[in-house]
C-alpha cells in the first residue's frame, strides 16, 4: 500500500529519525535523562535502540546520550562522562535551544556547555536538533589520542 502524496523512490531515501545520531550498531547504546521532553523524545524517537538509564555503565560506552542539567557543575558532568567514553565513542548531550533555556530554567549558553566539554578534553563534531525545544552536541575524544590509547587524565597527573 503507497502512502497517500509520497513518491515511492522519495520514501527509500528517507532516513530514519534516528539516523543522525549515528547509533552503534549492534553495541549498547544509553541515554540518561529527566526532564519529561528529554524522556518523551527518547521513546519517541529511538524506541528499544537506546535504554534509558538513571547512571551510566562503568563503560566504556560506544554511545551515550545526556541531558545536561542546569543544577550541576558542567566541569564534572563532562569529566565524568570523558572518562568512561570508549576511544571512539560517541558523547550526545542535550540542552535546551536558546530562546527555551529561560522557560526551562537552564542557566547554560551552548557557548558554556561547548568550552566545558572542550576543556574536559573532548571535540566537538555534531549538531543535531533533538526536539522542538532541546538540540544535540556530540563530543568525541580526539582522533590523535584514540591512536595512542592515550588519555588526557594521564597527562595533567
Known amino acids: ?90 558523547l550526545w548531550v542535550v540542552l535546551p535551544k536558546k530562546p527555551f533555556a529561560p522557560e526551562l530554567g537552564f542557566p547554560y549558553t551552548w557557548l558554556d556547555v561547548q568550552k566545558a566539554g572542550l576543556s574536559a578534553g573532548l571535540v566537538d563534531n555534531k549538531i543535531a536538533a533533538f526536539s522542538p525545544r532541546l538540540t544535540s552536541i556530540r563530543f568525541v575524544i580526539p582522533v590523535a589520542r584514540r591512536k595512542t590509547g592515550s588519555s588526557r587524565r594521564t597527562a595533567d597527573s
Open 1 to 90: 500500500m503507497a502512502h497517500v502524496g509520497i513518491v515511492p523512490s522519495r520514501m527509500a531515501r528517507m532516513a530514519a529519525p534516528w539516523a543522525k545520531f549515528s547509533l552503534p550498531g549492534d553495541a549498547p547504546a544509553y541515554a540518561r535523562g529527566q526532564s519529561p521532553e528529554f524522556v518523551r523524545t527518547v521513546r519517541e524517537v529511538f524506541g528499544p535502540l537506546v535504554e534509558p538509564v538513571r547512571d551510566f555503565p562503568a563503560g566504556p560506552l560506544l554511545w551515550a546520550l545526556a541531558e545536561v542539567r542546569g543544577d550541576g557543575s558542567l566541569p564534572t558532568f563532562f569529566r565524568n562522562l570523558e572518562k568512561k567514553l570508549a576511544p571512539a565513542g560517541s
